[in-house]
């Protein structure tokens, strides 16, 4: 089992930053990817960004040029640096990451971004 907790949600105005952070723990041995989710209200989740096991990164286009995903392989630590937020950004923003043919899910992190 994989356990993943989350960080660095919360409250930011139009054009601000925030960096989330989520560590997994547990029994790892072969990530193969680790990504960021967001739900806002009444949507689908969607995929924010995804980076997998070689480095190679994938963003929606929505957030392409604001956001940047990142890991530390020694931590298990995944990371999302979100600049230039905008109103539309504000959602529960999930982490996950995948093992195997395992998916695992992260609490969720409120992101609220004031216009």
């Known amino acids: 089992q994989v356990r993943l907790v989350e960080s660095g949600g919360g409250l930011v105005q139009a054009g601000g930053s925030l960096r989330l952070s989520c560590a997994a723990s547990?029994?790892?041995?072969?990530?193969?990817?680790m990504g960021w989710y967001r739900q806002a209200p009444g949507k689908q989740r969607e995929l924010v960004a995804v980076i997998i096991s070689g480095g190679s990164t994938n963003y929606a286009d929505s957030v392409k040029g604001r956001f940047t995903i990142s890991r530390d392989k020694a931590k298990n630590t995944v990371y999302l640096q979100m600049n230039s937020l905008k109103a539309e950004d504000t959602a529960v923003y999930y982490c996950n990451v995948g093992q195997l043919q395992y998916n695992y899910w992260g609490q969720g992190t409120q992101v609220t971004v004031s216009s």
């Open positions: 547990g029994s790892i041995f072969s990530i193969n990817a």
